[in-house]
Nanobody, 121 residues
Framework: QAQLVEPGGGSVQAGGSLRLPCAAS????????IGWFRQALGKEREWVAL???????TYRDSVKGRFTISKDNAENTLYLQMNSLKPDDTAMYYC???????????????WGQGTQVTVSS
């Protein structure tokens, strides 16, 4: 069965950096679109960054220039590098996959358990 594991959360001061990994088992990342989502307390879940099966990336405007999504197909691991973190980035972060490979948001069906990122001012 497919599984996603996200061990990289934590607490950091504003302006700091974190790198979130998401390791997959049971399927191969290269065949999927993979994304990072987040949900802040009291808010709806939103997409943050996406990478399609060909390696093309898309970022939410609020993280553009600060976050980088990447994948290591050989290691079957997705990464989110987060720099210049702001308190507004505080949220539970999730990695997820979309089987069609084209990053249709409604198609994300496989989700990690989530990891908390807290950014203090």
């Amino acid at each position: 069965q497919a599984q996603l594991v996200e061990p990289g959360g934590g607490s950091v001061q504003a302006g700091g950096s974190l790198r979130l990994p998401c390791a997959a088992s049971g399927y191969t990342y290269s065949w999927y679109c993979i994304g990072w989502f987040r949900q802040a307390l009291g808010k709806e879940r939103e997409w943050v960054a996406l990478i399609d099966s060909a390696g093309g990336t898309t970022y939410r405007d609020s993280v553009k220039g600060r976050f980088t999504i990447s994948k290591d197909n050989a290691e079957n691991t997705l990464y989110l590098q987060m720099n210049s973190l702001k308190p507004d980035d505080t949220a539970m972060y999730y990695c997820a996959t979309e089987r069609g490979g084209t990053c249709v948001i409604s198609g994300f069906a496989y989700w990690g358990q989530g990891t908390q990122v807290t950014v203090s001012s």
